[in-house]
Structures are given as structure tokens and as C-alpha cells.
């Protein structure tokens, strides 16, 4: 019995160092990777909740009518999305989306053809929170 118990000691130990881990690398910053700008909730604030009687900020850029700062701020917002780690669902998954996104608003940026639709369709609202934000408490 006591030998039962010794062995199964270290699978336990195991599995509770890992999701320690886990739980770490989630909510600390990863050695070398530079702590956001924003946090994924100041992004969405900034970039798609408007003002009221005004557009989005993502919503004026894909209309055209931005100014080069505002285009900037929006890239700006975008990378700090690219930064943070989602509050659901998997890393890898929210760095396939936010990649798309920071190119998208680079390439608004320096005007690329195209650009303002690859930004509307990268930034689908409902296709990201569906995956990676957290239910409604
Ligand atoms: C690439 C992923 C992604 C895209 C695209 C995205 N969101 Fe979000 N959004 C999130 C995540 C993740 C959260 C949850 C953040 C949290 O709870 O920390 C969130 C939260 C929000 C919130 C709540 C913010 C708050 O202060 O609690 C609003 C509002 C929002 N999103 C609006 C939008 C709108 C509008 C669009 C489309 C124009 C959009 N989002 C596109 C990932 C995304």
C-alpha cells in the first residue's frame, strides 16, 4: 500500500506542476516577449466600440476616410492585440487571426491595394469572439 501510494506520488506531482505552468505562462509574460501596449479590452474599446453618433475607429478606417494618424493608432491597437494572450480558447488560433489583422492595418498603413477590405474581413467580430472570448458571466 505504501508502495502504491509512493508511486502514484509522482504522476500527481506531475500533473499538478504542469497545470501550474500552465496557469503561469497564461498570466505571466513570457521571458523575451515585450508586455502589451493595451490590453485586449482597451483594443476593443479603442478600435470597435464608438463613440456616440460616430464611428468605430476600425469602422472609419475601412470606410476610407481616416487620416494618417488615425490609421497608425489603429495598426498601434492591433499589434498590442497580437501581443496579448486570448482569455479562452488556443494561443496558436489567436495568433493565426491577429496575424492577419496587424498585416491588414499595416497595408492599410502604407497603401496597398485592397487593403481596407483585407482589414473588414480579418476583423470578423463574431468568427474571433466564438473562439476566444470568455461567455457572459
Ligand atoms: C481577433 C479576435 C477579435 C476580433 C476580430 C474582435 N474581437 Fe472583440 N474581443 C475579443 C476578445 C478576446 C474579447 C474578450 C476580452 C477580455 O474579456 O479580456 C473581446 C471583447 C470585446 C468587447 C468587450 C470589451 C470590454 O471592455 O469588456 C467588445 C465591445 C468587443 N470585443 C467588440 C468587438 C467588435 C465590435 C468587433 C468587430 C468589429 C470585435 N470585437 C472583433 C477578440 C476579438
Known amino acids: 500500500m505504501l ?3 509512493q508511486l502514484l506520488r509522482w504522476p500527481v506531482a506531475a500533473a499538478v506542476s504542469l497545470i501550474l505552468i500552465d496557469a ?3 498570466a505571466a509574460e513570457v521571458p523575451g516577449e515585450p508586455k502589451p501596449k493595451h490590453t485586449i479590452k482597451e483594443v476593443m ?3 470597435h466600440v464608438a463613440k456616440e453618433g460616430e464611428k468605430s475607429l476600425r469602422d472609419i478606417v475601412i470606410g476610407g476616410q ?3 494618424e488615425q490609421k497608425q493608432q489603429l495598426l498601434d491597437l492591433y499589434i498590442s492585440l497580437a501581443e ?3 482569455p479562452r480558447g488556443e494561443l496558436a488560433a489567436f495568433r493565426d487571426k491577429t496575424r492577419l489583422i496587424v498585416l491588414a492595418a499595416a497595408k492599410v498603413v ?6 481596407a477590405d483585407e482589414l473588414g474581413k480579418a476583423t470578423n467580430c463574431a468568427a474571433c469572439h466564438k473562439d476566444h472570448k470568455p461567455p457572459q458571466q
Open 3 to 5: 508502495k502504491t501510494m
Open 24 to 26: 503561469v505562462s497564461r
Open 45 to 47: 474599446q479603442g478600435s
Open 66 to 68: 481616416a487620416t494618417p
Open 84 to 86: 496579448n494572450k486570448p
Open 110 to 115: 502604407v497603401g496597398r491595394e485592397g487593403a
